[in-house]
């Protein structure tokens, strides 16, 4: 997908009309597992099998990394803003929950989740907001439940042309202290970059 201008920082609400106008073709290009890079799913798999309780998909867009979990026996449902992501997941993947909610608030109760997997959903908050999606994180989850975050590396809060709408990246240090901050304990910090894309990172974390 050819990236598009745009200018200044944008509301949750901007972001899911973006979304909503590409949706299809989002979904065409990225929305399968088959499509995302291997190591991506060794991670989230190994991931989802250590967890305990009902986990959340934070961003889940076209739903597949949440019906990768469903199918490997986690309790996971998968939430996004954008309903033209849940329309077509609930239809691509039947035995999945999915619902409306945003990484502002996941809707669920205090210390009700055992995890949650925010796979290149928080690249769209602008800088000053990231602490209060992550401070949700940590309201939601149980002590002890684990967190999986996957961003693009850069330099902390620097804004880049994205597909569809601004986005942001992080340093490794930099999305460490926020999430010390916010309460979690850092687990393990990994960092990619594959031929022809942006550095990938992911961070594993628990709730302290």
Not at 23 to 47: F, N, Q
Not at 51 to 69: E, F, I, K, M, N
Not at 174 to 186: E, N, P
Request: proline share 8%; hydrophobic share 45%; with cysteine.
């Amino acid at each position: 997908m050819p990236p598009v201008a745009y200018r200044g920082r944008m509301r949750n609400d901007q972001v899911r009309e973006a979304y909503a106008a590409r949706a299809g073709e989002y979904i065409a290009a990225l929305g399968s597992v088959a499509s995302m890079h291997p190591a991506d799913a060794r991670k989230i798999a190994a991931w989802g099998a250590d967890l305990s309780g009902p986990v959340v998909d934070a961003g889940c867009g076209p739903g597949h990394w949440t019906a990768y979990l469903r199918d490997r026996g986690v309790d996971v449902t998968g939430v996004d803003l954008v309903p033209e992501f849940l329309t077509s997941a609930a239809a691509r993947f039947p035995h999945v929950p999915f619902r409306c909610a945003s990484l502002g608030d996941l809707g669920v109760p205090d210390a009700a989740l055992g995890g949650i997997l925010a796979w290149y959903s928080l690249i769209h908050l602008p800088p000053e907001r990231l602490p209060a999606a992550l401070a949700e994180f940590a309201r939601c989850l149980r002590p002890g439940g684990r967190l999986l975050l996957g961003f693009f590396a850069g330099r902390a809060g620097e804004a880049f042309d994205h597909a569809v709408a601004p986005a942001y990246f992080w340093s490794l240090p930099s999305m460490r202290r926020a999430l010390l901050d916010a309460g979690f304990a850092v687990e393990q910090m990994l960092t990619r970059t594959d031929p022809g894309h942006r550095p990938h990172a992911s961070i594993t974390a628990r709730r302290s």
